[in-house]
């Protein structure tokens, strides 16, 4: 009977074969940069899902083929194979399995998926018509967490591992006119030498929390585009090209709105790096003025359109200076959580619109921190719009496997395509490649080799990570080795909830560096339960008035430290994290959020709110004063 088993996940299937070599060979993932901007079908919605705890679908108990025959019915249906075989076994058949609608993470499929781990198998059909010549078809995963196997009509198309990134696929040749089906495994088991580590303070979401597209390109596109305003004041444009033609290729990058355009060609690589004098109506981008101009990027015939803003970020001593005048980061920390009692990842633009709206409109605030990963596109192009300055970071995240070098391959590929996706992204100031990390000898290397990809990358921005100070006394010292290699330092720091501290003696703690650099607090805050209030003289911990008085204790403390140049304060709302199991107060939430999982606001968001209206304020006034000596400039000499 056993020789008579069929395990047919993929449809029938053709199980899960082939190397992890074999699947590394393949040429490099496309970039797809602006993808969502490209003419693309949508394959959200209902999918087909099971569980497979012993990963079945990978391997048959003996460890080798997950079943005899799989290979025989890779094309056929179960439906098929069933009149075929009267009496064969089926251990699955996706074709009737339960429904879920997708993007969103598995914990929201049903009840008994709230605390699994492990694989899950997701399939669906779609139809297609018969390919036009001379067009390709990517198949695009905007992320799923943590590892995935992406099957087409039975055969594996590839494989990506990190859950916050996009991944895609040329899937042309494996298509076919009419029904195809779509067979994606999911694992969200994690080990240590991955990137996130098993152990977090946040949920594990696992399954595919972003969408899912066929996005159609000519046989040659363009892949990657960076436009962006130089230092010197120049448009600059760093552009690629795939396909069999890319070399010798004539690019040309417009904006209609500038009536500027510039053009160039390709090398053998099919990259092309050209620049020109940025005109002088351009208006750069700023939470203020958000302003963003359609570009557009042409090689034959491909044309890449995306909205792009255009500002200088840079530091001088210990400022940050955003298009050249110093500025202060109102922010607040933020997961990719959106609100609701049974939060699935599934940030749409609604659901990212109300937290942003909260940062911008509630807390009057110009800055987010999306901890603790890449967040989805949508919050990044939302901040774009909106006129919210961003801090991007990948999960280099407590107990990291710093001597192992899958791990910093691992790590090198997250911040790559991180990067590569946002780089047009005005919005994004700051490049953090850690947090809370333990200072030695292999982490440092570790962390200085990707801040050197980073600066290879992106040289536009600003490089941070997320540290721990050293305390004696009232002073707390900022002495990290990492610090020269960072252009922003930043601490997190939780006097008064994590220490015996009172919080009247808050305001005394003191700070010092021996750098001269931008300081941020990327995180303070103490935790209370929506509701719970105690009204006395020394309020309880998990008490509104508790964490309240913390914010304004702790905001004392940073109004005396000079080279302070921003804040994230931990966090916007409360979020899920499986580590937080008090059963009064925390029920499986970290409640360190200013508004609760619903958004009902706590206390200390109108302590935040009141502290950032007055530095908005001073900011505006500030501001006031440069236009007017901007002016009388104007009428003197030249002026740029």
């Known amino acids: ?28 993932r496309p970039a797809l940069v602006a993808a969502d901007m490209r003419e693309h079908r949508s394959l959200d919605g209902a999918w087909r899902w099971s569980i497979d705890p012993y990963r079945d679908g990978f391997a048959g108990f003996h460890g080798g083929e997950p079943g005899p025959s799989s290979r025989r019915w890779q094309d056929r249906t179960i439906a098929d194979v069933e009149r075929a075989e009267p009496r064969a076994l089926f251990e699955f058949d996706l074709q009737r399995s339960p429904i879920a609608q997708l993007p969103g993470s598995w914990i929201g499929h049903a009840p008994e998926m709230r605390l699994y781990q492990g694989l899950v198998w997701y399939q669906r059909n779609f139809e297609v018509a018969a390919p036009k010549s001379g067009q390709r078809t990517m198949l695009r995963f905007g992320a799923a967490d943590h590892a995935a196997r992406v099957y087409l009509n039975g055969k594996e198309v590839g494989r990506h591992s990190g859950g916050f990134t996009p991944f895609a696929f040329d899937v042309t040749k494996a298509l076919k006119a009419g029904t195809n089906q779509i067979t994606v495994a999911v694992d969200s088991q994690r080990t240590d030498a991955d990137v996130p580590p098993p152990v977090t303070d946040w949920e594990t979401y696992g399954g595919i929390t972003r969408s899912v597209t066929l996005v159609t390109v000519p046989d040659t596109y363009v892949d990657d585009a960076w436009v962006r305003l130089t230092n010197d004041g120049r448009i600059a444009a760093t552009i690629r090209l795939d396909g069999l033609n890319q070399a010798g290729r004539t690019v040309r990058v417009r904006i209609p709105a500038l009536d500027l355009e510039f053009e160039g060609t390709t090398d053998a690589r099919g990259i092309w790096n050209g620049s020109a004098p940025a005109p002088k109506t351009l208006k750069r981008w700023s939470p203020e003025a958000p302003t963003l101009y359609d570009t557009l990027v042409e090689a034959g015939p491909d044309t890449l359109t995306d909205k792009i803003g255009f500002r200088t970020i840079e530091v001088r001593g210990d400022e940050i200076l955003l298009n050249g005048h110093s500025i202060f980061l109102r922010g607040i920390s933020m997961h990719e959580e959106e609100l609701g009692k049974n939060p699935v990842r599934a940030m749409t633009p609604a659901a990212a619109r109300a937290l942003l709206t909260e940062i ?3 807390l009057n605030g110009n800055f987010v921190r999306l901890a603790h990963y890449p967040h989805s596109e949508v919050v990044t192009r939302l901040a774009d719009e909106m006129g919210l300055l961003v801090w991007s970071e990948v999960p280099l995240y407590w107990r990291v496997a710093w001597d192992n070098p ?19 992204r005005a919005s994004i100031i700051l490049w953090s490649v850690a947090n809370e990390t333990p200072v030695g000898e292999a982490r440092n290397k570790f962390l200085r080799t990707l801040i050197g990809d980073v600066r290879a990358l992106d040289d536009s921005r600003l490089v941070t990570a997320a540290l721990l100070s050293r ?25 008064g909830w994590y220490t015996d501290d009172r919080l009247a003696k808050l305001p005394n703690i003191s700070w010092r560096s021996p750098a001269t650099k931008p300081l941020i607090f990327s995180e303070f805050g103490a935790d209370a ?14 008490s509104e008035e508790y964490q309240a008085e913390y914010y304004r204790r ?41 508004i609760s999982e619903t958004g009902a606001r706590k206390q200390a968001f109108d302590v935040l709110a009141e502290d950032y209206r007055r530095r908005a304020e ?18 003197g000499t030249s002026f740029p």
């Not at 009977?1 to 490099?28: C, D, E, N, W, Y």
């Not at 305390?471 to 006097?495: K, M, W």
Request: glycine residues 8%.
């Open 529 to 542: 339960l929506a509701g719970y209030r105690d009204g006395g003289a020394d309020p309880h911990k998990f």
């Open 554 to 594: 702790t905001l004392e403390m940073a109004a005396k430290v000079p080279f302070l140049r921003g804040m994230s304060p931990w966090i916007l709302k409360d979020f899920r994290s499986p580590r937080r199991q008090h059963p009064v107060y925390q029920q499986g939430w970290n409640r360190k959020g200013l």
């Open 618 to 635: 001073t900011s505006a006034k500030q501001a006031a004063q440069r236009g007017e000596k901007s002016e009388d400039a104007r009428k």
């Open 360 to 362: 911008k409109q509630g």
């Open 406 to 424: 899958e791990t910093l391959a691992a790590a090198r590929t997250m911040m790559a395509e991180n990067i590569t996706r946002d780089r047009n």
């Open 471 to 495: 305390r004696e006394g009232d002073v707390s010292t900022i002495d990290d080795p990492l610090i020269p290699d960072l252009d922003v330092l930043a601490i997190n720091t939780y006097n």
């Open 1 to 28: 009977m056993l020789q008579r088993m069929f395990r047919l996940i993929l449809g029938v299937v053709a199980v899960a074969t082939g190397s992890a070599a074999a699947a590394q060979s393949k040429p490099p």
